[in-house]
């Protein structure tokens, strides 16, 4: 990894990040540390998306205040983590996130340093003053470091990284160069120590070091590469996207759930549709999603799946608008028409349609369980909208108050609609469940939706009081 590049400190006056624009509280944060005589910055998303005129998601901060020191300094501090140890300081409408620097030092060369200087001085060779003095400006680097080595895994994947350093190698520890700048509050400026603002002028996401080192060390970060460019309208640098093609098969070795909250945040972001492409070409989607692709990748009826890019896209507009975008609404619409296939075929085995629907996204579960670990709650709501589907084709039915309380109703409004823009309809069920939702809610009757306008009549009608018949007397036996 290299961390001989230049440190560059752009000035206030060279760069568009104002104090108002920061979290009050982060700023807070900030404040505090130094005046405890910590050194503090704002780090990552935050400076990036400042930069570029967005509003950050989050602010975090990086300091040299250890944990423990953080824990005694914040009264509204909770220490998380295991792999890293981090701090969140709790506001009541905000969590600021709080890290302290990391080192790049490996387990290995720590552990290579302490046996070094657990030798007799006679055994250990004079190295030349030039190498001496290098090395002792080493060893006082390292004597800062604090906490557990760095854990690695046979394959070189990071399991546990508590190994604090400084700033510099803080930043070259980071995964891409436009995520690593940091904002000094002591003098409003921009400390770049990787070139990161360079790459934010050109448009590129670039690994820090060697894009095949970083990936092995933590596969997420290939689809991290891909949600900034995606979410950035950035280019991947070509060593990088390289790097992603020769290693996209390694992803699984991330853990199943891990793997499905970056799912989500890559096709929630408002930009799905870009993603899901560039999932594909770099090959980060086949191992994800096996089975699907497979079915992605054959036609039917001599036609390709088109519609989980428009569904995609679709639920990217709905997003621009403002309009939640549930998970549940995002894999029905994602995967809808490969589970409809599925309910088709057990339907052909006999089931009815609800059944059919039940396994078939039990089977679907079965085949996202080694890779993409969606949670039972998520399936069971796709599986609801699904059968919701079926239930708005009568309008009201005998229990339409009771469809409009079901908690997916919402969701499965969406996904109607949805359907009906693929193929417009003469009357739109949509509409009319929505008309009947307000209705319900001022206590309105509904206007019955059907073909037979004289049924319609019929029902709009009062009902006439019906007449009782008389019981007929039977005639007495009197004799003849």
Same mark, same amino acid.
């Given at each position: ?21 920061? /979290? ?14 910590? $050194? ?48 969140? $300081?709790?506001?009541?409408? @905000? ?15 720590? /552990? ?9 001085? @006679? ?65 409003? /400026? ?39 460019? /995606? ?250």
């Amino acid at each position: 990894m290299n961390t001989n590049m230049e440190k560059v400190i752009i000035p206030r006056a060279e760069h568009s990040i104002s104090r108002s624009v920061l /979290s009050p509280n982060g700023v807070k944060v900030l404040y505090k540390l130094r005046e405890h005589g910590f $050194i503090a910055y704002l780090v990552g998303g935050g400076v990036r998306d400042l930069l570029l005129g967005r509003e950050p998601k989050d602010f975090d901060v990086v300091t040299d205040a250890t944990p423990n020191q953080l824990k005694k300094l914040f009264r509204n501090c909770r220490l998380i983590g295991r792999r890293f140890r981090l701090a969140h $300081i709790h506001f009541h409408d @905000e969590i600021i996130e709080v890290a302290t620097f990391r080192s790049t030092v490996d387990a290995a060369e720590a /552990s290579l340093e302490e046996a070094a200087e657990a030798l007799p001085e @006679e055994l250990v060779e004079a190295p030349p003053e030039a190498e001496q003095l290098e090395e002792e400006r080493d060893r006082r680097r390292r004597r800062h470091h604090h906490g557990p080595p760095i854990l690695k895994s046979e394959d070189g994947m990071v399991l546990r990284d508590n190994v604090f350093g400084t700033p510099e190698e803080d930043a070259v520890r980071r995964d891409f160069t436009v995520n690593a700048l940091f904002y000094n509050i002591a003098d409003f /400026s921009i400390i770049d120590h990787v070139g990161g603002m360079e790459d934010l002028k050109n448009g590129l996401i670039r690994t820090i070091g060697d894009p095949m080192v970083r990936f092995t060390e933590d596969p997420v970060r290939m689809i991290r590469a891909i949600r900034f460019a /995606s979410m950035l309208g950035f280019n991947i640098e070509a060593r990088t996207e390289a790097a992603i093609e020769a290693l996209c098969g390694t992803i699984n070795k991330a853990t199943p759930p891990r793997l499905y909250e970056e799912v989500l945040k890559l096709l929630l972001m408002g930009a799905g549709e870009r993603t899901y492409q560039m999932m594909r070409h770099c090959g980060l989607f086949e191992p994800l999603f096996p089975h699907f692709d497979a079915w992605l990748s054959r036609e039917s009826d001599c036609y390709p799946h088109v519609r989980v890019g428009k569904a995609l896209e679709w639920a990217d507009s709905q997003i621009g608008q403002g309009i939640a975008v549930t998970p549940p609404l995002l894999i029905a619409l994602m995967f809808g028409e490969y589970l409809e296939e599925k309910v088709a075929q057990f339907r052909d085995e006999g089931l009815p349609p609800q059944q059919a629907t039940d396994a078939a996204v039990a089977a679907f579960a079965g085949e996202l369980a080694p890779t993409v670990s969606v949670p039972n709650r998520v399936l069971v709501a796709v599986r609801d909208i699904l059968n919701m589907q079926h239930r708005f084709q009568k309008t009201p039915g005998r229990n339409g108050r009771g469809v409009l309380g079901r908690p997916v109703f919402p969701d499965a409004l969406q996904y109607l609609r949805f359907m009906e823009q693929l193929t417009p309809p003469k009357r739109s069920l949509a509409e009319w469940w929505e008309r009947y939702a307000v209705q319900q809610a001022e206590g309105l009757e509904p206007a019955p939706q059907r073909g037979n306008e004289a049924a319609a009549a019929d029902a709009e009608a009062p009902k006439k009081k019906r007449r009782r018949r008389r019981r007929r007397k039977k005639p007495g036996g009197a004799p003849e």
